[in-house]
């Protein structure tokens, strides 16, 4: 021992003055001579203590940087966001904290607002996973073929569409008819606009033409933009003379998809299941004050959805052997894809604006969690049975 120390005293003020590549040497030495490992040997010839012992059970790695304050807010905020992906949620946080903070909903402090606005998607994903439930619900296909105008009403084709410009849009009817299709049950038109994925929803008391082309109207006059293009599946409640003529009245091109090709409608499909049934599920609603209650709730998930939900778009997708690679865009909100989108006039913009200001996404949450408990009661619910 006497040795050993001895050797390293007598070399510590040559290794202080020493090079780079003279340190290298002397440690070689001094390791050779004390059997000293080259770490502890060159913290004893740069006169370092030694290293504090760990206590048992302390924690390894990085610190905790996001602690239960900020992860009640990013659930608070997932929440509020009809549980998204966290892709898509990180693109909504900076809007949604805006609005909560202008009405006096955020009572954290700005510290923990300014992590919560820095996570990552990895952070996001990971700090909600615990709270992630998941649906393998599947509902009912109530379309009826309309074969009165297939002739005339053509295959919708690419060069008849420009999914550019807002206006062209997909439409569907999702079946709130539980599991049975038997009697008279509520149905919802849903509508999408291809280029800013903006959608508007409306209940209907079934779906004879009349009230389906009611609803379609009342929807034209709450969107922000003008149907250009209008393509639906080939169900007799779209495939019939009224819409036909209005179509052709003021000179709006009507489409139709294959037979048995749901992928050809793939856009409102998709609304179908992340608007629709995400909110509505699968039970059965029957009768006018269901209708009513839904239409409430409609109304107010259009603001929630379309100013506050961003969505991704495909831009390309190769094919690569067997494997298909997929490049999507920068989630947006509908509302942000209209006020960027150059075919949409400044009066629509400034409208668009104005409606956002006044928006509160929590008390929207509120006022649909409270319509939905009403709506409970008046449910026939999904056995999953058929």
């Not at 749901?262 to 269901?290: C, T």
Request: proline letters at 3%; one cysteine or more.
């Amino acid at each position: 021992m006497n040795t050993r120390k001895e050797v390293t005293e007598k070399q510590k003020k040559a290794y202080t003055k020493a090079s780079k590549k003279q340190k290298g040497v002397i440690l070689d030495g001094v390791c050779l001579s004390t059997g000293l490992s080259r770490d502890r040997a060159a913290r004893i010839l740069r006169g370092d203590s030694a290293p504090a012992k760990k206590k048992s059970g302390a924690r390894r790695g990085r610190r905790v940087l996001y602690g239960p304050s900020e992860q009640a807010l990013l659930r608070r905020l997932w929440v509020t966001c009809d549980c998204i992906c966290g892709l898509r949620l990180k693109s909504a946080i900076p809007d949604v904290l805006e609005a909560l903070a202008s009405f006096g909903e955020i009572k954290e402090s700005k510290q923990t607002v300014q992590l919560v606005k820095r996570m990552s998607v990895s952070t996001i994903n990971r700090l909600l996973k615990g709270a992630r439930d998941s649906f393998a619900l599947k509902g009912r296909s109530t379309t009826k073929p309309g074969t009165l105008l297939k002739t005339q009403i053509p295959v919708r084709l690419g060069n008849e569409w420009d999914d550019a410009v807002p206006g062209f849009v997909e439409i569907d009817l999702v079946a709130h008819c539980g599991d049975s299709t038997r009697g008279e049950y509520i149905n919802t038109l849903d509508v999408t606009d291809i280029a800013t994925t903006w959608t508007e929803t409306r209940a209907v008391i079934n779906k004879a033409q009349r009230y389906v082309f009611e609803a379609l109207m009342h929807i034209q006059m709450k969107a922000p933009y003008e149907f250009l293009g209008i393509d639906s599946d080939n169900g007799a409640e779209f495939i019939n003379h009224e819409l036909y003529r209005y179509c052709e009245t003021y000179g709006i091109v009507f489409t139709r998809t294959r037979s048995y090709k749901k992928n050809d409608n793939a856009h409102i499909e998709e609304k179908n299941w992340s608007i629709v049934r995400k909110h509505m599920g699968y039970s059965r609603f029957e009768g006018k004050q269901a209708c009513d209650l839904m239409n409430a709730y409609y109304e107010r998930l259009r603001l929630h959805t379309n100013f506050f939900m961003p969505t991704v778009k495909l831009v390309s997708k190769q094919r690569i052997g067997s494997k298909v690679i997929k490049h999507y865009d920068k989630p947006q909100t509908p509302y942000r894809r209209m006020l960027a989108h150059p075919n949409v006039d400044i009066q629509t913009k400034q409208r668009l604006k104005a409606t956002y200001a006044t928006l509160n996404p929590a008390k929207l949450k509120r006022d649909m969690l409270a319509i939905q408990d009403r709506l409970e009661k008046l449910a026939i619910p999904w056995n999953g049975y058929h």
